[in-house]
């Protein structure tokens, strides 16, 4: 493609502000990426930007594994919906059109910007570049979808096309064979913008009949215009991630910015999970909930768990996070894993000793005292799993037989099972998990699982457990809440608890009511940064294996994923 994608770089000597730069950069909102910003980025600003592009990523993603069409109007929407509702306006507002009014400057910033961040976190490896590349076109074709013919006009002079629409004599001359090729009516032919280009630029067209070809050219309307450039697009992509690449070492020697780098495509960009506001779930009903609440890596832990009284040391931080956070109090955690682990070959004395001061570092009332986060589904499929470990994803670590056997004994139809494994097998993790929920709870889910307490709300709340999350404007991020609008009484004791059956599951929540503390415990937890500088982490949790939990320090540096 002959074009110039504004190679000469700015005279670092001239007095420009950064708004200039950047205006000079991205002439369009939707953007090539051919030069790198010459910007500084505080380590916050940066690991925000790059979080906030990694959603809208993941948000295509879990689109196009639902078969969504980012060409259809009705996926677009829906697309663009989620992204409002996940806090990323900016983006929505790239993906509507070109202007060039104050807020699109500001939104072009941020998605140039964030691009350039993502290059050096997913540059290192083939199988990371192949999913960015993939990603990143995907968003290309979002945003040039939503692009009026006089936009594209306006991209083309932007970046310094040599593509010129054809004129009216031109477009008459072969007027019926563009009928032919677009089944638009001569009225619509004349409105529309056709560009002659050579058919070896948009053979995608051309395989699927798209366009009229005559002599080696062809005859492109504005509206598949992205085809054209598409090619080249991606090239500059891979381009791109190469010359990163060899860049890696130089930007490696900052630690703070490494360790960002690493862990940033596991990081978890959802709802934060670290303890239940909407209620208390007593541990007399866990076995009842693990069989209609539980996704398959929870259920899995609770009953082994129950089976030989003993999990190993992940296999109980997964587990225990993940109760804390669905509404088992500190109270109930300490009786409940004291009564598993002393049926066992535990004494008393010995969980006392080893084990309680854990449980309760889980909840912040020890050592560092920080309220841990639970488990997210990419942290669970990337811990490593050793053996006699249950923790991790079953979806992903289970032969396909094994997964087969366990789905049908839980009531899954043949057809179902098929359905569920094949996701699976295809390493589809997370929409085997949405595709299992679906067939056990009989209904459609509007949204991906990204998160095992994620899973238990949408349980509760389609069992009538719960009431349905209400999307909220007041928000921090725009991010979608889950509330409870009815005050039901909590039965603790252990006589009347034991009591519960099938029927009563909608009596196992209450409003708990927020105290002063701890909004002003929540409030300072958001303003620590996601990564606190010099802090080491493991980048393998799991490898790290041992029976029980020996010190405080152990835990903090090595084992647990401080995510804000």
């Known amino acids: 493609m002959e074009f110039s994608p504004r190679r000469a770089r700015l005279n670092p000597e ?39 592009r990694l959603k809208v990523l993941r948000i295509l993603e879990q689109a196009t594994n639902k078969n969504m069409s980012l060409m259809s109007e009705e996926d677009r929407e829906t697309v663009l919906n989620e992204m409002t509702h996940g806090g990323l306006k ?23 910007l964030s691009h350039f961040i993502l290059r050096f976190a997913y540059c290192s490896t083939e199988e990371l570049r192949r999913w ?81 070809v005559k002599e080696g050219f062809a005859y492109v309307s504005a509206g598949d215009f992205v085809s054209i450039i598409a090619n080249k697009h991606q090239q500059l992509l891979e381009d791109g991630l190469q010359a990163h690449l060899r860049l890696l070492p130089e930007v490696e020697n900052d630690e703070r910015f490494t360790m960002i780098l690493k862990e940033l495509h596991t990081s978890y960009t959802g709802k934060d999970y670290r303890v ?16 209609k609440s539980y996704p398959l890596c929870m259920r899995y832990c609770h009953d082994t ?50 084990h309680a001061y854990n449980i309760r570092h889980n909840y912040g009332k020890e050592g560092s005292r920080i309220n841990y986060a639970a488990h997210n589904c990419m942290k669970i499929i990337t811990t490593s799993v050793g053996p006699q470990e249950v923790h991790g994803c079953p979806f992903k670590l289970w032969d396909s037989s094994v997964l087969k056997t366990q789905l049908s004994s839980f009531g899954l139809s043949a057809a179902h099972v098929e359905e569920v494994d094949s996701f699976a097998s295809r390493g589809h ?37 719960r009431a349905p999350k209400v999307k ?28 519960l059956d099938e029927e009563d599951d909608n009596e196992l929540w209450e409003l708990m009511q927020t105290n002063d ?48």
């Not at 239940?276 to 069989?291: M, N, R, T």
């Not at 095992?452 to 949408?458: C, G, K, V």
């Not at 889950?482 to 009591?499: N, R, Y």
């Open 305 to 354: 768990l129950r089976s030989t009284h003993h999990l190993r040391h992940v296999g109980r931080l997964q587990y225990g996070l993940y109760l804390k956070a669905i509404g088992v109090t500190m109270e109930d955690s300490l009786r409940f894993w004291r009564e598993e682990f002393t049926r066992g070959k535990v004494t008393l004395e010995k969980f006392e000793k080893e």
């Open 429 to 465: 993790y997370q929409i085997a998990c949405g595709k299992y929920f679906e067939i056990s709870h009989n209904t459609k889910l509007d949204e991906g699982i990204v998160h095992p307490n994620q899973y238990f709300e949408l349980s509760q709340i389609k069992m009538g457990a």
């Open 132 to 212: 960015f590349i993939t990603r990143e076109m995907e968003l290309f074709r979002l945003k040039f979808a939503g692009l009026s013919q006089q936009d594209v006009q306006d991209f083309v002079q932007g970046y310094e096309m040599k593509y010129t629409p054809l004129n009216s004599e031109q477009k008459a001359d072969i007027q019926d064979d563009l009928y032919d090729s677009t089944f638009q009516s001569t009225e619509e032919l004349e409105s529309m913008d056709f560009y002659k280009v050579h058919f070896t630029e948009v053979l995608d067209l051309v395989s699927s009949r798209r366009c009229y």
């Open 14 to 52: 001239v007095d420009s502000s950064l708004d200039e730069m950047l205006e000079w950069l991205i002439p369009h909102n939707v953007a090539l990426y051919a030069i790198p910003p010459m910007v500084d980025l505080s380590i916050t600003e940066l690991q925000a930007l790059a979080l906030e």
């Open 517 to 564: 503390a701890e909004i002003k415990e929540k409030k300072s937890e958001q303003k620590s940064p996601l990564l606190a500088a010099g802090t080491k982490k493991n980048a393998h949790p799991g490898v790290k294996t041992l029976d029980y939990w020996e010190g405080e320090d152990d835990f903090d540096a090595s084992q647990v994923n401080m995510e804000v």
């Open 90 to 112: 900016h983006y929505v507002r790239l993906c509507q059109g070109n202007h060039s009014n104050e807020q699109d400057i500001s939104a072009r910033r941020k998605d140039y």
């Open 472 to 499: 909220s404007s007041q928000g921090s991020h725009g991010v979608t809440k889950f509330e409870s609008q009815d005050s039901i009484p909590l039965v603790h004791g252990m006589d009347e608890t034991a009591k």
């Open 276 to 291: 239940a506001k909407s209620g208390q779930v007593p541990i007399e009903s866990l076995d009842q909930l693990s069989k």
